[in-house]
C-alpha cells in the first residue's frame, strides 16, 4: 500500500479513538523542535504528515533553526500553513542567511565583531516568512528557546517581538552575533537545550512529539573546514545532552524518525528538497503504523483529531 493509501487509512481507524478538544486538558500535547540549522529541513515534511493525519499540537516549543518552524507552524497549523513554509525552506541558499564579507571576517579577526557574518540575512528570511510581530499572536502557543550568554541556561521567549527571540534563538556562537532581548544577550538555544522538552512539561505538556533534526551519515567522513567541524562537534556534545533530557522528561515522549544525510555545515541547504520529502514519507509511515497497532478498544492518549468531536 503506497503512503496516500495509508494516510487515507487513517480517517477509517482514528474514528475509533475521536476526542474532544474540551475534554483533554490544555497544554496536553506539545510539538518539541530540535535545532539543527538546515537540517531542520525535514521538520517540514514532518509538520506535512501530521497535518494530512490531523493532528494538532496545544503548543509548540523550538530551539534555533527549530523555533523558526515552531512559530511558522503555530501561525497557521494548516496544510497551506505548511506549504508556505516549505516554499520558504526551498528558497533558502547559503549566501541568503550566512553571507560572509572581508569586512565581517576582518572585524572577527581583530577582535572588533561578535560574529563571522550578519544576521541581516536572517532578518531578510524572517521578513519573507511572514511571521507574525509578536510570539502571543499565534492561534496555537509558540514558546522560542535562546540561551543566555551570561549564565548558559536556558530562556523560553513566550511574548514579545518575534523578530528578536528568532535571531536569539538562531545565532549560532561564533557564526552570528548575540541579540540582546530584555537587557540579556541571547545565543543559539540550541546551546541549553537542543530538543527542549524539559521546557516543555514546565510549560504543562504532558504528552511529547519531538519533530528531530537530520541526523548526521555515520559513513561519511568528519568534516575538515573550520565551520563544519565546529558544527559536529558541538551536535556530538549536544546530542547525548538531548538524550539525556529526553529520559528524564516525566511524561510520555515521541521521538518522530528522520533522515540522515551527509551535510556537514547548518548553512548548506543543497539537501533541503530530499530531507523534507524523506521527513515526510517516515512521518506518514509512522503514524499509519501507531493507528494499526492499536487495538479499537484502546484508549489513545498520544493522537488528537483536529476537529475532532
Not at 492561534?139 to 549564565?151: C, K, R
Not at 530584555?182 to 514546565?202: H, K, M, N, T, Y
Not at 559513513?219 to 538531548?242: D, E, I, M, N
Not at 501507531?290 to 492518549?301: F, V, Y
Amino acid at each position: 500500500m503506497d503512503l496516500p493509501d495509508n494516510l487515507r487509512s487513517l480517517g477509517d481507524l482514528r474514528s475509533r479513538y475521536r476526542r474532544t478538544r474540551r475534554g483533554a486538558q490544555a497544554g496536553g500535547i506539545a510539538f518539541v523542535f530540535q535545532g539543527g540549522g538546515s537540517l531542520s529541513a525535514p521538520q517540514v515534511g514532518m509538520l506535512r504528515a501530521l497535518s494530512e493525519a490531523g493532528v494538532l499540537p496545544d503548543l509548540v516549543v523550538g530551539s534555533s533553526a527549530g523555533a523558526l518552524n515552531a512559530v511558522a507552524f503555530a501561525a497557521d497549523p494548516t496544510q497551506a500553513g505548511v506549504e508556505r513554509l516549505e516554499t520558504v525552506w526551498m528558497s533558502l541558499r547559503r549566501r541568503k542567511v550566512a553571507q560572509f564579507s572581508a569586512r565581517t571576517l576582518l572585524a572577527a579577526a581583530l577582535g572588533r565583531g561578535d560574529g563571522l557574518v550578519s544576521n541581516s540575512g536572517l532578518r531578510d528570511l524572517l521578513r519573507i516568512a511572514a511571521l507574525p510581530a509578536t510570539l502571543d499572536g499565534t492561534p496555537i502557543p509558540a514558546h522560542v528557546v535562546a540561551t543566555d550568554l551570561g549564565t548558559g541556561a536556558a530562556v523560553v521567549l513566550s511574548g514579545g517581538p518575534t523578530g528578536p527571540a528568532l535571531l536569539a534563538s538562531c545565532a549560532f556562537p561564533g557564526l552570528y552575533p548575540p541579540v540582546e532581548v530584555d537587557g540579556r544577550l541571547l545565543v543559539d538555544g540550541g546551546v541549553s537545550a537542543d530538543v527542549p522538552v524539559l521546557q516543555a512539561e514546565a510549560l504543562g505538556a504532558r504528552l511529547i512529539y519531538v519533530l528531530p533534526a537530520a541526523g548526521c551519515d555515520v559513513t561519511a567522513p568528519p568534516p575538515h573546514r573550520p565551520l563544519p567541524l565546529a558544527f559536529h562537534a558541538l551536535s556530538q556534545v549536544l546530542g547525548s545532552v538531548a538524550a539525556t533530557n529526553v529520559a528524564a522528561a516525566r511524561g510520555p515522549v515521541h521521538v518522530l524518525p528522520s533522515p540522515s544525510s551527509q551535510t556537514t555545515s547548518p548553512v548548506d541547504f543543497r539537501d533541503t528538497s530530499r530531507l523534507i520529502d524523506q521527513g515526510h514519507q517516515l512521518t506518514a509511515r509512522w503514524l499509519a503504523s501507531q493507528w494499526a497497532e492499536r487495538p479499537a478498544s484502546a484508549d489513545l492518549p498520544v493522537i488528537r483529531v483536529a476537529g475532532a468531536s
